[in-house]
């Protein structure tokens, strides 16, 4: 089975961003069985969404999990919805803000995950990670890009199953001395 596993490069003022730690982790030591390709994504809301488009088309993966950071989420989220619209809180890398925009203009107001999800997070539970299901990846780059994927998937006919995960902030990055954000460590 083949495995495109994706980050994000760090934003939001912060040197790092756990979701592309953890993507190149597993792609220099990859899951058993699983051909796996890691790509980070840059938190760039023109870029992005056609970069995991050619990533899926050109490589076929079987699975695409994508991964970003959840500033916030005091455990690891799977999303299970994506939503067409585009309502940015802050700026991406770039400097642009998108404001009640579609993500693809016409296409449909969602879809869902495509991963099994429910057995995701019970194998989780049982090898003691937290975690949960979650209905929103929220209007930024993180759903863009889970429905940019999914409707590549969904307009080409292809047999990939897709998803997103939001992780906790590293410990790393909680200002010091503060007690309000929650942390998991990689
Ligand atoms: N998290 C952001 C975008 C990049 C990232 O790691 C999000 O949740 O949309």
Same mark, same amino acid.
């Given at each position: ?13 912060? @040197? ?25 994504? @840059? ?47 802050? @700026? ?95």
């Amino acid at each position: 089975m083949r495995l495109l596993v994706t980050g994000f490069e760090p934003f939001a003022g912060s @040197p790092v961003n756990p979701s592309q730690q953890l993507a190149q982790a597993l792609a220099e030591e990859p899951p058993p069985g699983l051909h796996t390709h890691a790509l980070i994504l @840059p938190v760039d809301g023109a870029a992005a969404p056609g970069m995991i488009v050619g990533a899926i088309e050109s490589q076929q993966p079987d699975l695409v999990i994508m991964m970003g950071q959840a500033t916030g989420r005091a455990v690891i989220s799977l999303e299970r919805v994506a939503i067409n619209l585009l309502d940015y809180a802050i @700026p991406d890398n770039t400097g642009a803000v998108l404001v009640d925009q579609p993500v693809v203009a016409g296409g449909p107001a969602a879809y869902f995950a495509t991963l099994p999800l429910c057995a995701m997070l019970d194998a989780m539970r049982q090898a003691g990670v937290p975690g949960e299901l979650s209905l929103s990846a929220g209007a930024y780059l993180c759903n863009q890009v889970l429905y940019a994927a999914l409707h590549c998937i969904a307009c080409r006919g292809l047999s990939a199953r897709a998803g997103f995960v939001h992780l906790p902030a590293l410990p790393e990055q909680v200002p010091a001395g503060s007690t309000r954000t929650p942390s998991m460590s990689l």
